[in-house]
């Protein structure tokens, strides 16, 4: 019992740690950009863009490096699920979200398209290709094109935009900014590979396996960014951001941090979490959807209950799994 309690101590100490270290990175970075001059919006779409995926970057590498490949998988499913589901759920039965047209028919279809470039590069066995399915160094380049793609269209529309980001930044000197970005990173570090061990010996000691760890505490941990991004975003009724933070998390997750971690490490891929990709399928399908029923444009309190509800069935569904 007291070993299990301390596994989780740790767990959720590496957890903090990947939270502040990201937090502190994502402002030195910023610091940085404004007294380089970059203006505010490409600072939010780039730098804070990436910040709020470092914890599943460094998990994943953590993952990677120690041949957890459903840890690393299943974080990257199960973020993108919570994201959905639990985070947007929350977020639309605090304050309805108002969706940029933009968001409708550019970036959700994106993600769609992440997701199903995804299921055809981790299946080689299904799909006839022959030997176990794996997301090689290869694949992990085709993701990483896809990426560069997706920040191409982000670039441009910050290029486009006459708005201003509303997240004022705040500036240090070279020297704090530069203390504050070597602290994230060395925070980062300790943090994700103290959430990997003992993710592994939770699993271990439990019984359990280590998609599941994965796909639900693992995941929902690193999605706490996204959360408290789109929390904010609500808060200050900018539903546009917390909507678009979200679906941008989304794609950076497949496209960026699985593109990068099969380059460190090809990832050898469990069958079963296939049902988890079409979970994640069907999910922001049904985002879209709802962009149409009712009040259009606009994800209402009642399908944000829809989504968390979802949520719950899929975790009792995961459990029963095992």
């Given at each position: 019992?007291?070993?299990?309690?301390?596994?989780?101590?740790?767990?959720?100490v590496?957890?903090?740690?990947?939270?502040?270290?990201?937090?502190?990175l994502?402002?030195?970075?910023s610091?940085?950009a404004?007294?380089?001059?970059l203006?505010?919006?490409?600072?939010?779409?780039?730098?804070?863009?990436?910040?709020?995926?470092?914890?599943?970057l460094?998990?994943?590498?953590?993952?990677?490096f120690?041949?957890?490949?459903?840890?690393?998988?299943?974080?990257?499913?199960?973020?993108?699920?919570?994201?959905i589901?639990?985070?947007?759920?929350?977020?639309?039965?605090?304050?309805p979200?108002?969706?940029?047209?933009?968001?409708?028919?550019?970036?959700?279809?994106?993600?769609?398209?992440?997701?199903?470039v995804?299921?055809?590069?981790i299946?080689?066995?299904?799909?006839?290709?022959?030997?176990?399915?794996?997301?090689?160094?290869?694949d992990?380049?085709?993701?990483?094109?896809?990426?560069i793609?997706?920040?191409?269209?982000?670039v441009?529309?910050?290029?486009?935009?006459?708005?201003?980001?509303?997240?004022?930044?705040k500036?240090?000197?070279?020297?704090?900014?530069?203390?504050?970005?070597?602290?994230?990173i060395?925070?980062?570090?300790?943090?994700?590979?103290?959430?990997?061990?003992?993710?592994i010996?939770?699993?271990?000691?439990?019984?359990?396996?280590?998609?599941?760890?994965?796909?639900?505490?693992?995941?929902?941990g690193?999605?706490?960014?996204?959360?408290?991004?789109?929390?904010?975003?609500?808060?200050?009724?900018?539903?546009?951001?917390?909507?678009?933070n979200?679906?941008?998390?989304?794609?950076?997750?497949?496209?960026?941090?699985?593109?990068?971690?099969?380059?460190?490490?090809?990832l050898?891929?469990s069958?079963q979490?296939?049902?988890?990709?079409?979970?994640?399928?069907?999910?922001t399908?049904?985002?879209?959807?709802?962009?149409f029923?009712?009040k259009?444009?606009?994800?209402?309190r009642?399908?944000?209950?829809?989504?968390?509800?979802c949520?719950?069935?899929?975790?009792?569904?995961?459990?029963?799994?095992g």
């Amino acid at each position: 019992m007291l070993q299990a309690l301390f596994t989780f101590f740790i767990f959720f100490v590496g957890l903090a740690l990947l939270i502040f270290s990201a937090d502190f990175l994502i402002r030195g970075a910023s610091s940085f950009a404004k007294r380089a001059g970059l203006s505010p919006l490409f600072i939010g779409l780039t730098i804070v863009a990436f910040g709020t995926s470092l914890p599943e970057l460094v998990v994943n590498l953590f993952a990677s490096f120690k041949g957890s490949n459903d840890i690393a998988i299943g974080n990257i499913l199960g973020s993108n699920i919570a994201n959905i589901l639990l985070i947007l759920g929350i977020a639309a039965i605090i304050y309805p979200l108002y969706v940029k047209r933009g968001t409708i028919i550019k970036e959700i279809p994106f993600s769609l398209l992440a997701v199903a470039v995804l299921f055809v590069l981790i299946n080689d066995a299904l799909l006839g290709n022959g030997g176990s399915s794996i997301l090689s160094r290869a694949d992990g380049l085709i993701l990483l094109a896809f990426f560069i793609i997706f920040m191409y269209y982000v670039v441009s529309i910050s290029r486009a935009s006459d708005q201003q980001s509303e997240e004022k930044v705040k500036t240090y000197s070279n020297y704090v900014a530069l203390g504050m970005i070597i602290l994230g990173i060395s925070g980062l570090v300790i943090g994700g590979n103290l959430m990997v061990d003992s993710a592994i010996t939770a699993a271990q000691f439990f019984g359990l396996s280590e998609a599941l760890i994965g796909l639900t505490v693992v995941a929902v941990g690193t999605s706490l960014p996204e959360l408290a991004a789109s929390a904010v975003a609500v808060y200050r009724r900018h539903s546009d951001i917390a909507i678009g933070n979200i679906v941008g998390s989304n794609i950076f997750n497949i496209f960026w941090i699985l593109g990068i971690s099969s380059l460190v490490n090809p990832l050898t891929f469990s069958f079963q979490l296939n049902s988890d990709i079409l979970v994640v399928l069907v999910v922001t399908i049904l985002l879209l959807l709802f962009m149409f029923v009712g009040k259009r444009n606009i994800l209402q309190r009642w399908q944000g209950a829809t989504l968390v509800g979802c949520y719950f069935i899929y975790i009792i569904y995961l459990v029963i799994r095992g």
